[in-house]
């Protein structure tokens, strides 16, 4: 499923509908948010320019009485013909026209005189916010008051002023402002319209497909059809992608590893009744014998009725690994050459295997540890490398397998070292994962993830040292159980 590609609308986990009403979708509010941004910053735009708009319509008005008062200054005539004054102050819409030259102020042109004037403006001397603060009080209070303005005009070096009324400049301003809002709106539609379809291919519609990938895959997440086909953008909606399909695959693969543990425990719940039931039978047989006088029988029977006995114990916790946790460890001090003997002898190596088992265990090292759990550990670590040893066909090749421990202070380290043909690399990457970590082919790889799990809870640690051709060697570390003080003190305050 591609960024590009049409989805399906599936239902989402638990019933709901994926598809979203419109007025919640991100489109739409990308929309709105557009617009919305775009005339603010247009309003932001018309509030100087409103002002500059008055300034520059009052800059006009008194350019052109200057235009006019030149003509009337240099002619040095006063008074004007009736008809010529009214049509001067009826082409600028004042009141009165005057000059000042050398320090002399001549009134040229003027009809009826207001009796006072509301407002004095330089427009040249005004600044941004006096601009726009005399703009918007134009605006919102104008339309009946009379304004002086005056000012030099171009490079001339008389001064002229004019008295207006600002009903006009009011009626201006609103028809500027209804042309700039009407060209802010269709801007603002515009470079909305050219952002939505912009950011929508670029981002909504990569984002919807994702959602509706996750609401299919949520679906049915045993279907491998369901995972994602990430696109090959660079970008961060190419990488959610990619980590998306990584989650479903991952996700996949773990409910698959999930229903495979459900399947194997229904299995064996099934044949648990059955197996119990021979063992048992197994067990009265190897009881019999024990009374049998035969010295090979006296030799062999208690190993065979320790590993029967171990056998119907196995059988009864045969689901514990289907479990949330093992049974905590019963911890005691061991003695672990015996503990190894017992797993040499569980292993029934054949003689003509050419498999060589050595315990290099000191007879007096002693570990604190569950002796079941740790035979079980020890168990699944030796079976394992006696199986990988007993494919070799050579007799030249040396099979050896090893059973070192060392004790510095508090901690016991137990070494498992095998001359095999060492893990291949898909076993190592998932060494202690079941049914992902198996060495041979068949294998499901739970006797390592066991072991791991009950070193584990020894508050121990199991690692591969080192895997190659010839040379494979786990570590096993377990720490002595911490003493508890109390009981410590109680133990020194008892009398001998």
């Known amino acids: 499923m591609t960024s590009g590609n049409k989805v399906p609308e599936q239902p989402a986990a638990g019933g709901a509908s994926t598809q979203v009403p419109w007025p919640y979708r991100l489109s739409t509010k990308l929309l709105l948010l557009t617009i919305v941004s775009v005339l603010i910053a247009e309003v932001l735009i018309f509030i100087p320019s409103i002002a500059n708009f008055r300034l520059r319509w009052l800059e006009e008005r008194l350019s052109t009485a200057a235009a006019a008062s030149v003509p009337l200054v240099e002619s040095d005539q006063i008074e004007l013909p009736a008809n010529l004054r009214n049509d001067v102050l009826m082409a600028l819409g004042a009141k009165a026209i005057a000059v000042r030259d050398a320090g002399v102020s001549r009134l040229l042109v003027m009809s009826d005189m207001p009796p006072d004037v509301d407002e004095h403006i330089t427009p040249s001397a005004v ?162 014998l024990r009374t049998l006088k035969d010295p090979a029988v006296q030799m062999f029977a208690p190993k065979l009725v320790r590993t029967i006995d171990r056998a119907v114990d196995y059988t009864e916790r045969v689901l514990s690994y289907g479990r949330a946790h093992e049974s905590p460890p019963t911890r005691r001090v ?90 291949p690399p898909k076993a190592r990457e998932n060494l202690f994962a079941a049914f992902r970590g198996a060495a041979r082919s068949g294998g499901t790889g739970l006797g390592l993830a066991i072991a791991h799990e009950l070193v584990r809870a020894h508050g121990g640690n199991i690692e591969l040292v080192e895997s190659v051709g010839g040379h494979t060697l786990f570590a096993i570390t377990i720490p002595d159980q911490p003493v508890r003080l109390e009981a410590a003190r109680e133990s020194m305050r008892r009398p001998a």
């Open 127 to 288: 600044g941004p916010v006096a601009a726009i603060g005399g703009a918007l009080d134009t605006m919102l209070y104008g339309g009946g008051r009379v304004l002086r303005v005056f000012g030099k005009v171009g490079d001339s070096p008389m001064d002229f002023e004019i008295i207006i009324p600002d009903r006009k400049l009011r009626a201006a301003m609103f028809v500027y402002a209804r042309n700039v809002a009407v060209l802010s709106l269709l801007i603002s539609l515009i470079t909305a319209g050219l952002v939505f379809f912009a950011i929508h291919a670029l981002m909504i519609r990569p984002i919807r497909g994702m959602r509706t990938a996750m609401s299919a895959f949520a679906a049915a997440p045993d279907d491998p059809g369901r995972i994602i086909r990430p696109s090959a953008r660079r970008d961060e909606i190419g990488i959610a992608e990619r980590e998306l399909a990584v989650m479903q695959n991952q996700l996949h693969h773990t409910l698959g590893e999930q229903k495979h543990l459900a399947d194997l425990g229904l299995a064996v719940s099934k044949i648990n009744h059955d197996m119990r039931n021979i063992l048992a039978s197994a067990q009265l047989m190897s009881d019999r």
């Open 334 to 423: 061991i003695r672990l050459r015996t503990l190894v003997e017992e797993v040499e002898g569980l292993l029934a190596i054949e003689p003509d295997s050419r498999i060589e088992f050595v315990n290099a265990v000191a007879r007096d090292l002693e570990v604190d540890a569950d002796a079941e759990q740790l035979f079980r550990i020890l168990n699944n670590l030796c079976r394992n490398a006696v199986q990988a040893m007993s494919g070799n066909a050579e007799e030249a090749v040396v099979s050896r397998l090893t059973v070192s421990a060392e004790r510095e202070g508090s901690v016991s380290r137990i070494f498992i070292e095998d001359t095999g043909p060492g893990l």
